[in-house]
Every structure is written in structure tokens, then in C-alpha cells.
């Protein structure tokens, strides 16, 4: 008798250290907006120049959702297209001075179309001590990481597998740009910078690989 109630003192407390797991944000449904395709691809262009305010959550979700949200609710299908649907992506956010979203590392979830903090620290405190950053990059209010799984493609062919998975990183690049060139904003999809570190510094899963970055912000004159 006394172990047992020795057993359920030590349940209940383990419980009550136990950390509390971070709720996901339910983002607004994504804004589409009026900016025709040929407007967008017409003013896209490359900006290093970026700074704040930070970005509102609404913009975020737009943004979001251009680059992996699903555009037909309740089939998994995305905005961008994936070989034989293996939809390696994940697609996160380090923001920062945000009135709705403390500083962090945030995950994107295509299904529930929300977002869940995984590690403190916007992209100054995340990016910035990694070796040889541009300086530019931690500045800016929002950096869109794109990180992938080749081992979701179906096959024998790792080689393939990678191809396709940096394939469908640059369609959803692309599909981002377009959607920060229509909100007003600017962004560059950062080259040259270590992406393994980026990866470390981030917390990511192991099996999970970052592909590219693409900060983003107002654009400063």
C-alpha cells in the first residue's frame, strides 16, 4: 500500500513539472488579394535592404499558404506541386517584434494551416551568431526556412530523392516571392550561407535538411 501511494505521489508530481507543450496559432484564412500574376512576376525583384515593422499575422498567412498551404481543403494537396505527392517540404518562420507572436522559431502546419513555436529567439538571436551570416539576414522582422525529407518520395533512388526534394524547395520559393511582391514587401532567398548550421542553430529534426532561406520585410528606401 505504501509503495503504491509512494508510485501515484511520484505520478503527480512528475505531472505537475511536466512543461506545458506550446499551442499552435490558428492562422485567418489566407488573403488573396488583387495583384494580378502579372503585376507580381512584372515588380519581383531581388531586396536586401529589409526591415521592419514586423510582419502582421495576417501577412503571414498569405505568405504562408502561397509557399505550402493546401488549396484543396481536405485533400493534402498543396499550392505546389510535389512528384507522385510526396510533399517532402516543411516549411518554418523565425520572427520577431511581432504584437501577436513572441520571438521564435515557428513550424507551419499545411493541414491545420497554423503555427507552433518550437524555439525561443527571433533571427537575430538565431542567426546571427552563426559563422560568416550576412548581416543583413538577422535584421530582418521574418525569415522563411524551407527544410526537407527526401525520404518521403517513394523509390530506391536517393539521388532522385534529393533532386526532387531541392526541385519543389525552389517551386515553393518562388511561389513565395510572387506572394511577398503582391503583400508589398521584399524578400531574397539568401545564398551562401550555411545551411547545416542553420539547421543546428534552429533545433530541427535530424532527418529534416534545410534547402533555402528567404528573409523578408518591408523594404527599406
Request: hydrophobic content about 40%; overall charge positive; some cysteine.
Given at each position: 500500500?505504501?509503495?503504491?501511494?509512494?508510485?501515484?505521489?511520484?505520478?503527480?508530481?512528475?505531472?505537475?513539472?511536466?512543461?506545458?507543450?506550446?499551442?499552435?496559432?490558428?492562422?485567418?484564412?489566407?488573403?488573396?488579394?488583387?495583384?494580378?500574376?502579372?503585376?507580381?512576376?512584372?515588380?519581383?525583384?531581388?531586396?536586401?535592404?529589409?526591415?521592419?515593422?514586423?510582419?502582421?499575422?495576417?501577412?503571414?498567412?498569405?505568405?504562408?499558404?502561397?509557399?505550402?498551404?493546401?488549396?484543396r481543403p481536405?485533400?493534402?494537396?498543396?499550392?505546389?506541386?510535389?512528384?507522385?505527392?510526396?510533399?517532402?517540404?516543411?516549411?518554418?518562420?523565425?520572427?520577431?517584434?511581432?504584437?501577436?507572436?513572441?520571438?521564435?522559431?515557428?513550424?507551419?502546419?499545411?493541414?491545420?494551416?497554423?503555427?507552433?513555436?518550437?524555439?525561443?529567439?527571433?533571427?537575430?538571436?538565431?542567426?546571427?551568431?552563426?559563422?560568416?551570416?550576412?548581416?543583413w539576414i538577422?535584421?530582418?522582422?521574418?525569415?522563411?526556412?524551407?527544410?526537407?525529407?527526401?525520404?518521403?518520395?517513394?523509390?530506391?533512388?536517393?539521388?532522385?530523392?534529393?533532386?526532387?526534394?531541392?526541385w519543389e524547395?525552389?517551386?515553393?520559393?518562388?511561389?513565395?516571392?510572387?506572394?511577398?511582391?503582391?503583400?508589398?514587401?521584399?524578400?531574397?532567398?539568401?545564398?551562401?550561407?550555411?545551411?547545416?548550421?542553420?539547421?543546428?542553430?534552429?533545433?530541427?529534426?535530424?532527418?529534416?535538411?534545410?534547402?533555402?532561406?528567404?528573409?523578408?520585410?518591408?523594404?527599406?528606401?
Amino acid at each position: 500500500m505504501r509503495a503504491l501511494a509512494l508510485s501515484l505521489l511520484s505520478t503527480f508530481l512528475v505531472g505537475q513539472n511536466a512543461p506545458t507543450a506550446p499551442q499552435p496559432l490558428k492562422l485567418p484564412a489566407p488573403s488573396l488579394g488583387s495583384v494580378t500574376l502579372e503585376k507580381a512576376l512584372k515588380e519581383r525583384q531581388s531586396v536586401r535592404t529589409l526591415g521592419g515593422p514586423a510582419l502582421s499575422v495576417g501577412t503571414l498567412s498569405s505568405l504562408l499558404w502561397a509557399a505550402q498551404g493546401e488549396n484543396r481543403p481536405g485533400t493534402g494537396k498543396r499550392t505546389v506541386p510535389s512528384a507522385s505527392a510526396g510533399y517532402p517540404l516543411e516549411l518554418y518562420v523565425i520572427v520577431t517584434k511581432s504584437d501577436a507572436l513572441a520571438d521564435g522559431v515557428y513550424r507551419y502546419s499545411t493541414k491545420e494551416h497554423n503555427l507552433t513555436k518550437i524555439k525561443d529567439g527571433g533571427p537575430d538571436a538565431i542567426l546571427g551568431p552563426i559563422a560568416n551570416m550576412q548581416a543583413w539576414i538577422p535584421k530582418c522582422p521574418a525569415v522563411f526556412v524551407i527544410a526537407g525529407v527526401p525520404s518521403r518520395f517513394r523509390g530506391n533512388d536517393p539521388a532522385r530523392k534529393e533532386t526532387n526534394t531541392y526541385w519543389e524547395s525552389g517551386a515553393a520559393a518562388q511561389a513565395l516571392l510572387l506572394a511577398v511582391t503582391a503583400s508589398g514587401l521584399g524578400a531574397t532567398p539568401a545564398n551562401g550561407v550555411n545551411l547545416e548550421a542553420i539547421h543546428s542553430a534552429m533545433g530541427l529534426p535530424s532527418e529534416e535538411k534545410v534547402t533555402l532561406i528567404v528573409p523578408v520585410g518591408n523594404i527599406v528606401k
